[in-house]
């Protein structure tokens, strides 16, 4: 019975692809368009990934690369969620520091007044129940 399986070895990657070699932008290049808004980043915390000059660029060894064809499209879908989702932590984030806010705002006003901020009565506040008992 004949040996059943791969006849040719498996094409090997020794050979770079085809093509003109990435462009690069210096480490500075990048930060002065990034200072004049020319250049953004991918996301809040995502500083290494750029977008300029309409193409994605990498940052690697003080020097920025320009991303593959392949590589830009799935950062341009990427790119989009990411967005939205900074939207959602920049949200959340003004809500936390405007609640900060009114709550120093109130415990600095009792503090001039000599008094404290209006809380529940001692011992909670009472039930339906003791309310109504109590009207009796």
């Known amino acids: 019975m004949p040996r059943r399986g ?15 070699a990435p462009a690069s932008v210096t480490d500075a290049d990048m930060d002065a ?31 920025w690369l320009q991303s593959t064809a392949a590589l830009s499209a799935i950062l341009d879908n990427e790119s989009a969620r990411i967005t939205a989702q900074d939207a959602i932590v920049a949200r959340r984030a003004a809500i936390r520091a405007a609640v900060a806010l009114a709550r120093d705002t ?31």
């Open 6 to 20: 791969r006849t040719t070895p498996p094409p090997q990657m020794t050979q770079p692809p085809s093509g003109p």
């Open 33 to 63: 368009a990034r200072s004049s808004g020319q250049a953004t980043p991918l996301g809040q915390v995502i500083s290494y990934v750029m977008r300029y000059q309409d193409a994605w660029w990498i940052r690697g060894n003080g020097r």
């Open 106 to 136: 109130a415990a600095s006003a009792g503090d001039a007044t000599g008094q404290t901020a209006p809380g529940p009565p001692p011992g909670g506040t009472p039930g339906p129940r003791a309310r109504k008992h109590n009207q009796s």
